[in-house]
T-cell receptor
Framework: GAVVSQHPSRVICKSGTSVKIECRSLDFQATTMFWYRQFPKQSLMLMATSNEGSKATYEQGVEKDKFLINHASLTLSTLTVTSAHPEDSSFYIC????????????????FGPGTRLTVL | TQLLEQSPQFLSIQEGENLTVYCNSSSVFSSLQWYRQEPGEGPVLLVTVVTGGEVKKLKRLTFQFGDARKDSSLHITAAQPGDTGLYLCAGEPGGSYIPTFGRGTSLIVHP
């Protein structure tokens, strides 16, 4: 249980194009999903918190017009990187959190496998 | 300022050695999670500690939560090359529902 999928796993795009990344919780309903960015050999940097049916909450310094987040259902959140540039190249990871998952009362996060974005 | 101070940042050891990774904070956490991440993959949850003073064991890994719930440690006994990876501690301080991560400990175990 507690499986989170992410698609695509790897994407290469040209500068100026937009890229959509999907995050799905496969066996539980995720009340909250988080989007992270990670640079090589560094920890995760939280970009935004996404709650189903409401607007995402972005961390300081993250442009909400550039990183569009849609949490349309309890099992799906999408991150769209608009007008991507080479500096947006990174490893993007989502996580999902559901209340009382698997009988646990802790709000644990379960992570997707990540998406490697390369902008040429 | 990092809310969760994790140390050491890098660790390179020989197979069979023991090691300890620390995660410290001035804030109280209702729970702390430890994750392990391999290159190109998402973090995988190892354990959640909840009760102050709690000790949990996962094979050769021992996790401890401080009595005051401000710090935690991960001890690996007789490390193996398969333990190589990035170890991350994470938690939600106080009444926050927003998770915070430590900087991570990059562990390499040489055969």
């Amino acid at each position: 249980g507690a499986v989170v999928s992410q698609h695509p796993s790897r994407v290469i795009c040209k500068s100026g194009t937009s890229v959509k990344i999907e995050c799905r919780s496969l066996d539980f309903q995720a009340t909250t999903m988080f989007w992270y960015r990670q640079f090589p050999k560094q920890s995760l940097m939280l970009m935004a918190t996404s709650n189903e049916g409401s607007k995402a909450t972005y961390e300081q310094g993250v442009e909400k017009d550039k990183f569009l987040i849609n949490h349309a259902s309890l099992t799906l959140s999408t991150l769209t990187v608009t007008s991507a540039h080479p500096e947006d190249s990174s490893f993007y990871i989502c996580s999902a959190r559901g209340l009382a998952h698997m009988g646990s009362s802790y709000n644990e996060q379960f992570f997707g496998p990540g998406t490697r974005l390369t902008v040429l | 300022t990092q809310l969760l101070e994790q140390s050491p940042q890098f660790l390179s050891i020989q197979e069979g050695e023991n090691l300890t990774v620390y995660c410290n904070s001035s804030s109280v956490f209702s729970s702390l999670q430890w994750y392990r991440q391999e290159p190109g993959e998402g973090p995988v949850l190892l354990v959640t500690v909840v009760t102050g003073g709690e000790v949990k064991k996962l094979k050769r890994l021992t996790f401890q939560f401080g009595d005051a719930r401000k710090d935690s440690s991960l001890h690996i006994t007789a490390a193996q090359p398969g333990d190589t990876g990035l170890y991350l501690c994470a938690g939600e301080p106080g009444g926050s529902y927003i998770p915070t991560f430590g900087r991570g400990t990059s562990l390499i175990v040489h055969p």
